[in-house]
């Protein structure tokens, strides 16, 4: 599904990243920021990325590297699933985002569907634990872990928030055009099978 280039750079810069954290001598570290530069060098010339704006999403953090967390709450109301208009591309998704330091998964769905679509919701079991780079998603800098939690609507009404303008139910086929960077046709469509068979195993990759 995924680039070679992309999964090299990524895997240059993790590589990169843990020699800087645990490396004493000198002359390893100026190697380890070598190849820092190269993974940015890659991402660069692949994107077309500015390189100013690559080595501050892709070079940004310490410590040893772990994939990013990405959590989508999930709700279905007569056949139909809610997504949120995003304001960056136009384009429509499951409420969600990065996972945040204190919050567990289902605590962000809840916090996420709040924000973006004005519904107060619980969360009620987990759907699945998807991999990015097994989906066709655009290439990203992040190797990132799509959490997909089912909630239901306990409260409030629809309405958008500071990064969404406009929230809406959509049937499996209708589904309007999709931000392909958050969701994917396909894993949306998976998801519905769930409302036939409610027992399904958690989907992972």
Request: net charge negative.
């Amino acid at each position: 599904m995924s680039m070679k280039w992309l999964e090299w750079a990524k895997e240059i810069q993790s590589i990169a990243q843990a020699g800087l954290e645990y490396s004493k001598d000198m002359y390893d570290i100026e190697r380890f920021h070598q190849l820092r530069k190269i993974s940015a060098d890659i991402m660069s010339e692949y994107t077309e990325e500015p390189m100013e704006k690559v080595v501050k999403l892709f070079t940004n953090e310490t410590g040893y590297q772990t994939p990013k967390v990405d959590v989508r709450g999930v709700i279905f109301k007569e056949g139909k699933i809610l997504l949120v208009k995003e304001k960056l591309d136009g384009c429509w998704s499951i409420p969600g985002g990065w996972g945040d330091i204190g919050f567990s998964p289902s605590e962000v769905a809840v916090k996420e569907i709040r924000e973006e679509t004005g519904f107060e919701s619980k969360a009620v079991r987990l759907l699945g634990v998807l991999d990015k780079k097994c989906h066709p998603h655009p290439p990203s800098p992040y190797h990132t872990y799509k959490i997909f939690i089912l909630c239901s609507i306990t409260g409030g009404q629809a309405s958008g928030g500071m990064e969404t303008e406009g929230v809406g139910f959509f049937a499996v086929d209708e589904l309007p055009e999709l931000s392909v960077e958050r969701n994917t046709e396909n894993q949306i469509q998976t998801l519905f099978e769930f409302l036939e068979n409610p027992e399904r195993s958690v989907l992972l990759d």
